[in-house]
């Protein structure tokens, strides 16, 4: 198994904080003594540091001046995160005393309690109470209740040892411990640090470097990144709907850039129609001979609405909201027209623009052929469910220019360019293709423009949900299943709004991905 550097850093990353946090909450926080040593100076320090200074210096003891003087401020701390009880003290239980500290070379004449937490109770430190008194060089003290944080400020006074001759004292020595304390329990010394304890400027040091080392492996690891998890390995047949097929050719392209072991190859005749795709889908399931209800994971087909009864292996994906429109050529003379006029025209009562306000030209339909979702989208939410009128020639050239007819186109962008150089054409096409052809012209429906808003109003009636069709259930590893998550994915939205339509996870009922107004 390879093991990338920058997995190493991750999980050092993780490993650091997580061990440091358990050492001192859980392990080393659990139980714990601290002093901190806040004041040793001997007088003979500050003689000359202020005015009277030497009233300090005739301190006296019993009529006696004391032997060099010197003053101890000692803090003992709560410094775990559990309460320390009587009981906690490593000391035996009729014994008083939980904490002593020593003064090597000098003699306690004084002590007092200066200052210590609310919680602490000063029963602890009254005259006579058991556990808190001094004897020679040893200050003892009692075992006090101290609950987290808490703490108490000891103030002693001391003087020279006679024989003792070293110039400077040696640091108090504070023996105690605790009951369940880590390193024996022993009472720690501890610090103020402003900014942050010495350990956990370690631990910010170490996390500072782990996560620089770790940006620098991500910067210098080049190219070389893991495929996302939309991406399949295999080959995918798309077909169907030719005013999806801009959005299923670009999608297509960016899918096999994204994914090195993917190929969806396309040709000029990959998109034949909502029901020629549907058609071949069906087919190919067939003669596939699938069993233990497995689907096809290489093909999928694309359809301008749902599919007609009598075909229940192929299932249905809602994808988008597609939007159609009307298109004429330039003559025409008409930019919009009202329902009933549509319907008029398509059924043979107008037959001259200049019957609906435009020029006088005659009306000349251009199709597509049976089987395209765009012209069965037309009949059944535009036309009430009229079919078209019949054709008056099978080529779209042989339409007489003094008369109406009708002829029929096999694609999207063949019917876009027969609209275009035909006088008087009425056609109609996907928004998008029609939106980047200049030679037409789009017309509106009772003053609404092909948009979404429209369709949400309910007004604007040439919509239709754009719906991918697998033959049965693709595994979830095929390159169908991961064409349609890719679809579904913000590169895969994008595509789709970038040619007129809009994602079904954009609209309020995703499922049934229809306008709010439908």
Sequence with gaps: MNVSWESV????????PVVAALWEFVLAGRKRLGYRVQLDTTIRDSAASGPETT??????????????????????????????????????????VGITI??????????????????????????????????????????????????????????REEGFTEPEFPEPEVTAGVVGGVRGGNIKKTAYYPFASRQVRWLLAALIV?????????????????????CAAGTLHLSGSTAFAPVLREAAEQYERTC???????????????????????????????????????????????????RPQLLPRPVALSLFTLVVHEDAGVRDLSLKQVRDIYAGRVTNWSQVKGNDVPVRLVSRNPGSGTRTTLEKQVLAGRALPAVTTADCAG???????RCEVGGTAT?????????????????????????VRQVRIDGYPATLEGADEGAYPYWQTEI???????????????????????????????????????????????????
């Design 468 to 518: 991918a069709y697998t033959y049965g259930e693709p595994p979830a590893d095929s390159i169908a299943a991961g064409f349609l998550r890719y679809l579904a994915d913000e590169v895969g939205k994008d595509v789709i709004r970038s040619k007129g339509h809009r994602p079904c996870s954009e609209l309020d009922k995703p499922l049934l991905c229809r306008p709010d107004g439908a």
């Design 260 to 310: 090195p072991d993917a190929r969806i190859p396309l040709t000029a005749n990959s998109f034949k129609g909502s029901v020629g795709g549907l058609d071949t889908l069906a087919a190919t399931g067939a003669d596939a001979h699938l069993t233990g209800g497995q689907g096809l994971g290489n093909r999928l087909s694309f359809s301008d609405g749902p599919k007609s009864d009598g």
């Design 399 to 405: 339409l007489a220019p003094d008369r109406p007819g």
């Design 102 to 159: 020593a003064f090597p070379g000098r003699r306690v004449v004084g002590m007092t309690v200066t200052e210590r937490s609310p919680q602490v109770p000063p029963t602890f430190f009254v005259p006579g109470a058991e556990g808190f008194e001094t004897t020679g060089r040893v200050v003892k003290l009692p075992k006090v209740i101290l609950n987290r944080r808490a703490h108490y400020k000891v103030l002693a006074v001391l003087e």
């Design 9 to 16: 850093a991750a999980v050092l990353g993780l490993t650091v």
């Design 55 to 96: 009233v300090l210096q005739r301190m006296q003891w019993d009529g006696t001046n004391l032997r060099d003087p010197s003053v101890v401020l000692l803090r003992i701390e709560n410094a775990g995160w559990s309460p320390v009880v009587a009981g906690d003290y490593v000391a035996p239980a009729n014994d008083p």
């Design 210 to 230: 782990v996560s620089a080392t770790q940006s620098a492996l991500t910067f210098a690891g080049g190219d070389d990144t893991a495929a996302p998890l939309d």
């Design 415 to 439: 019917l876009l360019d027969t609209v275009a150089s035909t006088p008087g054409a009425l056609g109609h096409s996907e928004v998008g293709a029609a939106s980047a052809h200049e030679g």
